[in-house]
């Protein structure tokens, strides 16, 4: 459906969502369901300049360019953990865009390591990203 994917990029992508999905499970951030529902996201590599989620046809892409561009460790992880932190957003909460439970979403599935690389994403990005992160070190795993 995702004009100009690699499939090349696809078998890359797959890895990297499996392993995210596998540690975020492993801390306990996330549900078993959620891992479940999260790994039947498709991750398409694609020919653009920005990924983006396709809610309604649980696919997520990643723009070719980032699986080689030169940012630093782990920004194909970061890539790939921002699209699918939509999908668990909207699964959780219902919400769209980068709001603050979008943030709440990839502080519970991106490795803390590399969530410094939202930081070049949007302006506002270090402030919801520490409003996030406290909202999820207090109610945790109760996210209800
Ligand atoms: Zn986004």
Same mark, same amino acid.
């Given at each position: 459906m995702v004009k100009g994917y690699c499939r090349q990029g696809t078998v890359k992508c797959r890895q990297v969502s499996d392993r995210i999905i596998k540690s975020a499970r492993k801390k306990g951030t996330i549900t078993a369901y959620e891992a479940r529902y999260l790994s039947?996201?498709?991750v398409w590599c694609v020919d653009q300049g920005r990924g983006r =989620?396709?809610?309604r046809h649980n696919?997520?892409?990643i723009p070719k360019w980032s699986l080689t561009e030169e940012k630093g460790c782990g920004?194909?992880?970061w890539y790939v953990a921002h699209e699918l932190s939509h999908m668990l957003a909207k699964k959780r909460w219902g919400t769209r865009g980068h709001t603050v439970d979008f943030y709440? =979403?990839?502080v519970d599935i991106c490795p803390r390591q590399h969530q410094s690389h939202e930081y070049g994403y949007q302006k506002?990005?270090?402030k919801k990203l520490r409003q996030a992160r406290a909202i999820q070190k207090e109610k945790?795993?109760?996210r209800r």
């Open positions: 039947e996201v498709t =989620a396709y809610y696919d997520v892409t920004y194909i992880t709440r =979403a990839l506002r990005s270090p945790g795993y109760d």
